[in-house]
C-alpha cells in the first residue's frame, strides 16, 4: 500500500502544533522512551497499517491493557495509572504538547505503566492494537464537534464502534463520558444499538475518573456530564 499524502476521510481532531515548554521539552528528553516510536504510512499520527504493537514488550510485562484514546494533558491516565500500578495503561493521542505534558505528570507521580502513542485512534484501532487486546477502552471526553456542519468529525459512529469491538476484549468495557447532551444521546444510541455490546447504560459517575480540565470546563458551563458504559458481547 502506498504511503498517503494527506487524509481522504475527516477525522476527528485539528492539526495543532504548538511548542514545548521547558519543563515538557526536559520530561521528554529523559522519558521519551515511553511514547512509543510507531512506523508512520504518511502524516506523522498515521500508522503502518501492516504495525501491529507488542503490548506485552512495550511495557515489559504481561498485564491488562486500559487504552485512553484521546488522553489530553493525562490527567485521568496517570492519575489511574497510580492508583492501579498492576494494570498496563496505554494512551492514544495526536497533540504532542499534550503528550509531553503527560510526561512531566508521570515524572511528578512517579508512575511507570504508562506508554503512549501520537496516533490517529482509530487507525490505532483498524490495525496497530491487536484484536482482543484491549481489557478496557475509555474516552473521556472526545472533542464534540457540535455545529452540525462538523458533526461527522465526531470520534463515536457506527464504523468506530466496530472498531472498538475489534480490540476490546470478550467480556471487556468500554466507558465514555461527556458533557455535550447531543453527543452522549449519538453515543448511547451508536453502542446500543451495535451487536458487538451488550448492557449500554447511562452510568453513575467513574469514580477511576479524575476531574480533568474538560470536565472542569463542562461543570463551569452548566452542562450536564454523562457516563456510558457497555460491554463487549462474547462472540
Ligand atoms: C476535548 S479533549 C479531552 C482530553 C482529555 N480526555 C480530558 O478529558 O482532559 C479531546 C482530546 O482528544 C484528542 N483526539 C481527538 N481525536 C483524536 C484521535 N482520532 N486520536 C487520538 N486523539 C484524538 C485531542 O487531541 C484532544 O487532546
Partial sequence: MEPLAYRTHPVSFTRRGGRLTERQQNAWDTL???VLDVPRHGPNTS??????????????????????????????LVHAAAEHPEL????LEVYVPGVAQTLVTMRHAQVENVRLVIVNAAEALTTMLPAGSVHELRIWF?????????????????AFAE??????EPAGTWRL??????????MHD??????????CEWSPRFEGRVLTRFER????????IRDISAVRRTP
Fill in 142 to 158: 472526545p472533542d464534540p464537534w457540535h455545529k452540525s456542519k462538523h458533526r461527522k468529525r465526531r470520534l463515536v459512529t457506527p
Fill in 47 to 76: 500508522v503502518d497499517p501492516h504495525y501491529v504493537l507488542d503490548t506485552a514488550g512495550a511495557f515489559g510485562r504481561e498485564a491488562p491493557l486500559i487504552v485512553e484514546i484521546g488522553s489530553g494533558r493525562g490527567e485521568a
Fill in 32 to 34: 521519551g522512551a515511553y
Fill in 217 to 224: 470546563k463542562g461543570l463551569d458551563a452548566g452542562r450536564l
Fill in 190 to 199: 451508536v453502542i446500543s444499538h451495535s451487536p458487538q455490546f451488550s448492557g
Fill in 88 to 91: 498496563n495503561f496505554l494512551g
Fill in 177 to 186: 463520558a461527556t458533557d455535550w447532551e447531543d453527543y452522549a444521546e449519538q
Fill in 163 to 168: 472498531l472498538a469491538a475489534r480490540v476490546i
